[in-house]
């Protein structure tokens, strides 16, 4: 256990891991740039059983439109440096973490699975961030076919959890949520206005629950790659009133903008193959898991 390494140790998902897998050694940017090859090299002079790999270049919707060039480049070349590395030191297993919104952006049938993920082309506001990641299953299946290894990949939805960045302009969708719905009843104003139309579908999962389905591939030494996400799949606005009666707020009025892209109109993926693979897994209800953030949220001070 102890020779675990997990890159992007101070990030959302990886801070959830360290909850569960304690032993293992978990690292950020500030001690390796991992888009640096030689950061990569003296990061391998240890010997490790197993790499998992959750650094990434990660932004919302408008970060992806205004940089594509660092989505792509980051990406790509921590990306590279990794398993690279991994293989040439002779590292035995390895997982990586894409996201289902690299996707395909439309498809003739929903939910998605696994074999769909070359068929078409992303979702243009994410494409850099798309192709980088597809690139990584890309690397990893090629590792697999010509030197015999056994690295995976997970697929996750979109998450939230406690530990995501809770200032409005970097957090993930949900965070950002709660924490108008929190200013709102601070404020007196009791009302949440949305950007878009509210009719896209998400599949929101809590990071926990990706934590713990790493956390089973590792002590099970799974090595399949498929999706992970939660059966809940769902419109941005019931997901918004999901989350208005979560935070126990009361009589709140909910619009949206209606001019704002929407992005991805949908991307639900299935979750079959990940239940064969660990059967009786089960998910954080969404509104079980925004009520604990929720109250993460409110106990922090700066909102
Ligand atoms: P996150 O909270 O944004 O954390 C990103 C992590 O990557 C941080 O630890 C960061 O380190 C590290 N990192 C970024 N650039 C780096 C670099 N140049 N060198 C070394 N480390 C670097 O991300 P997350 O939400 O935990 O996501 C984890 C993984 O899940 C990612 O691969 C992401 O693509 C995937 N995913 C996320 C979601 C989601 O909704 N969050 C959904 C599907 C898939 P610092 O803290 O030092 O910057």
């Known amino acids: 256990m102890s020779s675990i390494l997990v890159t992007g140790g101070s990030g959302l998902v990886g801070s959830h891991l360290r909850e569960i897998l304690p032993d293992a050694t978990y690292i950020s940017s500030s001690e390796f740039d991992l888009r640096s090859e030689n950061d990569v090299k003296r ?15 990660v932004g919302g919707i408008i970060d992806n439109i205004n940089y594509p ?12 440096n990794l398993v690279r590395q991994a293989r040439l030191s002779g590292v035995p297993r390895f997982t990586a973490v894409l996201s289902t919104c690299i996707y395909p952006d439309t498809f003739e049938s929903y939910p998605l699975v696994e074999e769909d993920l070359h068929s078409g082309p992303p979702q243009s506001t994410n494409f850099a961030y798309a192709i980088a990641k597809r690139a990584l299953a890309v690397h990893i299946d090629a590792a697999n076919k ?59 999962m809590y990071a926990g629950d990706l934590a713990a389905a790493l956390k089973k591939i590792v002590v099970e030494d799974i090595t399949d790659s498929f999706n992970v996400a939660t059966s809940e799949n769902r419109s941005i606005r019931e997901i918004a009133e999901i989350a208005i009666e979560a935070c126990g707020a009361t009589d709140f009025e909910l619009s949206f903008d209606q001019v704002s892209p929407d992005g991805q109109f949908r991307k639900d993926v299935s979750n079959q193959k990940m239940l064969e ?27």
């Open 43 to 57: 990061l391998f002079e240890r010997e490790w059983s197993r790499v998992i790999h959750l650094a990434a270049r």
């Open 69 to 80: 060039l660092e989505f792509i480049e980051d990406n790509l070349r921590m990306n590279t």
């Open 146 to 204: 010509q030197f015999e290894t056994s690295y995976n990949y997970v697929i996750p939805c979109n998450l939230y959890g406690p530990y995501d960045r809770f200032d409005p302009e970097r957090s993930h969708y949900l965070t950002a949520l709660i924490g108008k719905i929190i200013r709102a009843e601070r404020s007196g104003t009791k009302r949440v206005e949305l950007l878009g139309t509210g009719k896209p579908l998400r599949q929101f």
């Open 277 to 303: 693979a660990m059967p009786g897994f089960t998910f954080t209800p969404l509104k079980e898991g925004i009520r604990t953030v929720y109250e993460a949220y409110k106990k922090k001070s700066e909102i």
